[in-house]
């Protein structure tokens, strides 16, 4: 257990599970966008489809899309933002079978046409989880730095990714590949314990066959 366990994050309240890890994971969905968003479709299942007003969820969740952090003190405007800034989204409730309580759906649009879905749940202190990436399953916690690289399904892409890893001295501690079908997209989400150099996120995603990767730092 850290300090982070057991005083909690920094953040714009009431509700860490509700606020701070609903901002985490429309953060990480901005993050895999890699673009201003042009457009959100949220999904809330369980206890955020049941209180996500009351808790600010919305304004969480929206905030994060936004690329505001917990602890930013604009979350409570973030409706006003997403306007002045034309994102236009839409909140639904709704069940997602076998999903954590506190979960939402995301689906965006960026600017250019690019669309990414995903799928996390805030299980407690701001802490969360992704489960789903463009409906490709997941586990990503956000508790190591982690690479999420979309690729296509082909012999030896995973070895090259790995290996300019090895040649930078990066040690992976948590690794997972995900796919829909043999021989089309897939996803690699790679945890590590060392410091990285800030180009390799970009080196990787000029390899063959790569079709992004996306870095995100632990808070």
């Not at 701001?126 to 990503?140: D, L, R, Y």
């Not at 890893?165 to 043999?182: H, P």
Request: net charge negative; hydrophobic share 40%; with cysteine.
């Amino acid at each position: 257990m850290n300090v982070f366990d057991m005083i909690g994050p920094v953040m714009i309240g009431p509700s860490s599970s509700h606020t701070a890890g609903a901002a985490r994971i429309g953060y990480i969905a901005s993050m895999l966008l890699g673009e201003p968003p042009a457009r959100a479709e949220i999904l809330l299942h369980g206890s955020f489809a049941r209180t996500y007003k009351g808790h600010g969820t919305d304004k969480a969740l929206i905030a994060g899309i936004l690329g505001m952090r917990p602890d930013d003190g604009r979350i409570r405007f973030s409706p006003q933002i997403a306007a002045q800034q034309g994102l236009e989204f839409t909140l639904t409730p709704g069940e997602i079978d076998g999903a954590h309580p506190n979960t939402a759906h995301i689906t965006l649009w960026g600017k250019s046409g690019k669309q990414i879905s995903l799928q996390g749940a805030s299980i407690g202190g701001g802490s969360v989880q992704i489960t789903q990436v463009n409906g490709m399953a997941v586990q990503i916690s956000g508790q190591y730095t982690t690479f999420i690289v979309l690729h296509k399904d082909a012999p030896g892409t995973i070895a090259a990714v790995t290996e300019m890893m090895a040649q930078q001295q990066v040690n992976i501690c948590n690794f997972s590949l995900s796919r829909l079908e043999k021989g089309g997209t897939a996803c690699m989400t790679i945890e590590v314990d060392t410091q990285i150099d800030p180009g390799l996120n970009d080196a990787i995603g000029k390899l063959p066959n790569i079709i992004s990767s996306t870095v995100l730092m632990p808070d």
